[in-house]
């Protein structure tokens, strides 16, 4: 073979190679990131969004806790100030800035929901037993922790157990004062929440061996158990 | 007069009061705070976007470094993975949450300018001086940085010129080994970037004096004369 032409499919090859190199873990790792970033950023603007709403019609601002209710309701126009409020009487012009603030909100959890849907799908396709036993979020994000789902299946579960809370996990080793962790993205688990506070720990311990089993399973393709393995981890704990 | 109507009385006064305190002041800060909140968040989701796409058609997020640019193309179909690229081919599935993503990105950079738009409008009506030596956005920043146009209004003008640059300044002050800055929040005026290196520090201070006299001129509901103090400062520095 010619140099050249050697040297365009070897060039071919390697790409073609990086492409493959796209797997699910990927996509999923871009979708959890995306997710926690559009938190921040929904974090900050609707930090911002009642700051400024609550120039307008700071009773309501108060009364009304959830982030999405609020920039919806603002939408509607159903937040006109009271003759009684204390707040500032804005005329349209001014509102406008305000409404558009409350419209990005509004859309912004509305993509949430989308990627969140994504992600759900995603992980019943690829990884059914690690979806159903540690759910859409916590499964997406202990794939994430560990960079992809084969480190993940190589983790003992007490690795498992503690992803995500490194950093505490390190403080205790270098000073025993400082208690070791019992969970890390696990914590959110209903399961774990469910528990009493004295039984959290075994909780966390089970549900981290159950989700090892999961990986196992689903990184070798293996059948469907993740509803019976669930069902056992329920008897077990509560 | 009763007791429970007075007090009736002093609750409604004070309530009038506070909603009186609500000032365009107020509402140039909170915009320009969320103009900078919305930086941060697209800053956030055009890298997200970036090495989302990348995965794609890396060839093509490299070759374009304009993230509104770069949305835009995303959005309307044209990124589709050309046969040469060492991307991977998403299915429609896979590309969906990234195309929601770039539309997000649209949206805010949408929101953005309409934001700044109603602060150019602010500031023409309130403080047609200032915004007109200043610009729209170092003039919103500058009142927002001083709380308010009245403090502004009473700053000296070597307080003007380094608004912003507070923590190098204070720096220098601890260690004289640290170089005084020449400005803080003006220096994105193009007045200043347009000046030769050696310069920039006389323009500041020009700049900030003009600034000054502005703010007066604005406060005290003077004429509009900030078209010739313009003239006059491109004729001392340039």
Redesign the interface.
Known sequence: MEFVALRKKLIED???Q?????TPD??LI??I??IE??D??LN??TK?LR??FG?VNPELERSITDHEALADIILKGKAKKEA???????DD??M??LL??A??IK??YD?RK??QA?IE?LMIAEYPNLQAVAGTMIGAKLISLAGNMHRLMLFPSSTVQLLGAEKSFFKHLRNKMNKSPKYGVIFNHPFISKADKAKKGKAARELANKITICCKLDYFKGEFLGDKILAELEKKVL
Chains 1, 2 share one sequence.
């Open positions: 390697t790409k073609k990086i492409a493959r190199s796209v990927l996509l871009q979708s990131s995306s970033e559009l921040r950023a900050m603007l911002r700051e400024w120039m009684s409020s204390m707040g500032a009487d804005l012009v001014s406008a800035p558009l603030l419209q990005q859309n912004m993509l989308e990627e994504y799908a």
